[in-house]
């Protein structure tokens, strides 16, 4: 069975890298090449304006090519994980799953490069000569010592970033675990004793890293295979190995590590035993990072020592000491600064915002794509996950700004706060189109209310509207229920401390909510028992009710259960004094902008009347987002060529709008290509009152949009934010299942908007 299962894992492997194509990169073109305009502009003659400016200015090729964001990912094969001496060719599958995670986490592009040259002199000639391609180097699984000349001679030589990752990088994360562990034990760095095993680069650069964090180097032991680094020994020895050696008499691992606070293990399995843990200092750290099998199983570790702070290099162990948590987001940082170098302080920067990201709470993706594990920080949580999606913007910003404060930038970042938002923009889509709406939030402060309220992404949206905006959300759900999941998500807030609460089953205000439901419902068939049940049972009608009342401002609902039966209470309860749902706007952030689509949800077949109401409520929306619209009243008839239903009733709607002399650009009724691409439209509807690409779709029918909206959302990676639900005055908003926790902090930016700021 073991044997079946480890050859299916190895055949999945295998046809990972080779199908549907063979490897993990490709080289696609970020410039149209569609005619010969567009060649004579990329090639010959356009392309010698740009090698002419470069030859006067060397810095534009940072503006004119894609050297600014080029990292070269260089090996000789000769250190390949822990397959050892597999040659260059072997190696080229672990240089380009490099080269994706630098896309991957960073949006840096790669090029992998493997080289024949086991001498380290003429394999730092090479690395040199390749210095107009690239806007830094990344060095990679080349043997020690080499790797310490080649990274020498080429930091001597170029004037751009070079950090051999397999050094710099596990010492950066492991400096973050550390630093977090000692938060965690009550220690200090000046004041523990480290042992380590493994003397090779990684081993070396971790320890220079504890150094630079303000660990003693005479509190330093250092053991290889020959046992303790000595003063005089002979066998197994370099220079990196001798600037730790500790006595002049040889001991073993066993002797020494009596009393260690941190065992920092870069060797082999088996090394450290059950015994030598038990002999550690009270509440020792185990750092096991050897892989693929750890110098000791954790385990083994908690059956001595059950305190213990533990981390491998492993992913099915907590506290994985992985290198993609540092070395994307330092070259990202260097490269966005034209940095010369990386130096101390931008390793140091990196290290503090690794592990302060750890301490804060657990963001919903990293939560999302790690779900099942606890995220909370603790001896099990010392370092974020790789998937943390704030690692970017955290840490980045922190390297380009060390960079600048010590004279390695060439092209510094005169508003930080603008760099760092457009980093969390390029994880977080959202992020930019949604700064307008979030700012216009920040004016009043609002009572947002939650219908369900004990769901983990209403908890985390919850938690992140008390962090970064000034509206108070309100959950409906059991108190006892919702504290427990907050516990178990890792987040701080709790119910009555930090946020209000609405207990179903039991709330002083119960009997004025449903005398008040009752009131409103009676000539409606609702009887008092009927309306006692609904709000002892109906969340949405419980927090409509609320809203109603004036004990919040704004509902959101719809986490779970269908659209048009929460819309149900909605209109009963807060449709009236000339209120009513109109639409369902959905705005889907696409790689190339936003794009608008209504209605989603509301009117199934929607009039002409109905239309319009849609579209101009849509356009009201979209310069919340500061959106200049572009309407595009779609149908599958296009400009009259159909007598179809929905090209009649799209037509009559352009009547509306022209007797109306809306203050916005329009045009239909046409198919949604038409709308897209103007060269299309403009060839079959030649007096076309719509320029460039439509950024809002007004569809025929609520099957069309929803179609839309989802086939954007799952087959084009399209972030929905919404639906928002227009002509309710921002009294409530339906939301569908499928929304993130990042969505519905979204929306409650939108419902945290006063209808007075957008008109």
Excluded at 223 to 231: F, P, S, T
Excluded at 427 to 451: G, H, N, Y
Aim: proline letters at 6%; a neutral charge.
């Amino acid at each position: 069975m073991e044997e079946t299962r480890a050859e299916n894992l190895r055949q999945a492997a295998l046809d990972y890298h080779e199908f549907p194509k063979p490897g993990k990169l490709e080289v696609r073109a970020t410039k149209p090449l569609a005619n010969g305009r567009d060649l004579a502009r990329a090639y010959s003659p356009g392309v010698a304006e740009a090698c002419l400016e470069i030859k006067a200015d060397p810095a534009t090729a940072s503006r004119y090519t894609a050297r600014g964001n080029m990292v070269g990912v260089v090996t000789n094969g000769t250190a390949v994980l822990g397959l050892g001496n597999i040659g260059a060719l072997a190696s080229k599958p672990v240089m380009e799953g490099k080269a994706v995670l630098f896309k991957k986490f960073a949006n840096i592009d790669c090029f992998d490069i493997e080289l024949n040259e086991p001498d380290p002199v003429k394999l730092a000639e090479i690395v040199c000569a390749l210095e107009p391609t690239f806007g830094a180097i990344n060095l990679e699984d080349i043997k020690a010592p080499d790797c310490f000349i080649v990274e020498q001679l080429c930091r001597e030589r170029m004037k751009i970033p070079v950090f051999h990752d397999d050094q710099h990088g596990t010492a950066i994360v492991v400096g973050a675990a550390a630093t977090n562990a000692l938060h965690v034990a009550g220690k200090a760095f000046d004041q523990i004793k480290v042992v380590s095993t493994g003397g090779g680069a990684a081993g070396i650069a971790c320890l220079n890293m504890l150094l630079k964090l303000g660990v003693k180097r005479e509190n330093v032991w250092l053991c290889d295979l020959a046992g303790l680094v000595y003063n005089g020994r002979t066998e197994q020895m370099t220079d990196q190995k001798a600037a730790y050696a500790q006595g002049s008499a040889p001991a073993t691992l066993d002797q020494v590590i009596a009393g260690a606070d941190l065992f920092l293990g870069l060797s082999g399995p088996g090394v450290l035993t059950p015994e030598m843990v038990a002999k550690m200092a009270p509440r020792p750290i185990v750092f096991a990072l050897a892989n693929p099998t750890p110098e000791i199983l954790p385990d083994a570790v908690r059956a001595v020592r059950p305190e213990a702070i533990i981390a491998t290099g492993r992913s099915d162990f907590p506290n994985q000491v992985n290198n993609v948590l540092c070395f994307p987001f330092i070259f990202r940082g260097a490269l966005d600064v034209g940095a010369t170098e990386i130096n101390d302080a931008m390793q140091l920067a990196c290290i503090e915002g690794i592990a302060a990201l750890a301490r804060a709470t657990t963001s919903a993706e990293a939560a999302a794509a790690y779900k099942g594990e606890q995220l909370t920080f603790g001896a099990n949580y010392l370092i974020p996950k790789p998937f943390d999606p704030r690692l970017i913007g955290v840490v980045a910003s922190a390297v380009a700004k060390a960079a600048m404060e010590t004279g390695v930038a060439t092209r510094p970042i005169a508003d930080m706060d603008a760099y760092r938002k457009k980093l969390d923009g390029s994880v977080f889509k959202s992020a930019l189109i949604m700064r307008p709406v979030f700012e216009a939030a920040r004016q009043a402060t609002r009572r947002i209310i939650f219908a369900e309220g004990e769901d983990e992404r209403v908890l985390r949206a919850a938690n992140a509207m008390l962090e970064e905006t000034t509206d108070k959300p309100i959950l409906i759900g059991r108190p006892d229920v919702i504290a427990r999941r907050c516990e178990r998500a890792g987040l701080p807030i709790r119910p009555d401390r930090d946020f209000e609460i609405i207990n179903p089953q039991s709330d002083a205000r119960y009997r004025d909510y449903w005398q008040t439901y009752h009131e409103l419902m009676e000539r409606r068939g609702v009887t008092p028992d009927t309306a006692r049940a609904v709000l002892r049972t109906n969340t949405t009608a419980i927090a409509a009710i609320a809203v109603q009342r004036g004990d919040a401002d704004s509902l959101i609902c719809g986490t779970f259960g269908q659209y048009l039966w929460h819309l149900k209470y909605v209109r009963e309860i807060l449709a009236r004094g000339g209120l009513r749902p109109h639409g369902a706007l959905s705005l889907m952030i696409q790689e190339d902008g936003p794009l608008f689509i209504a209605d989603t949800a509301v009117n199934p077949v929607p009039t002409p009347e109905q239309i319009v109401e849609t579209t101009i409520g849509a356009v009201r929306h979209a310069k919340r987002f500061g959106v200049r619209a572009k309407v595009a009243l779609c149908s599958h008839s296009s400009f009259g060529n159909l007598d179809s239903d929905s090209g009649r009733r799209m037509r009559a709607a352009m009547e509306i709008l022209e007797a109306r002399e809306v203050d916005f650009a329009y045009e239909g009724e046409m198919n949604v290509d038409a709308a897209l691409d103007p060269e299309l439209r403009a060839r079959i509807f030649p007096h076309t009152r719509l320029e460039g690409a439509a950024n809002i779709l007004i569809f025929a029918f609520t099957d069309a949009a929803s179609t839309a909206r989802n086939m954007l959302r799952m087959k084009a990676g399209g972030l929905e934010v919404g639906p928002i639900l227009m002509g309710m005055g921002n009294l409530a908003h339906v939301v569908t299942p499928s929304i993130t926790a990042r969505g519905l902090l979204n929306m409650s930016a939108v419902a945290g908007t006063p209808v007075s700021h957008y008109g």
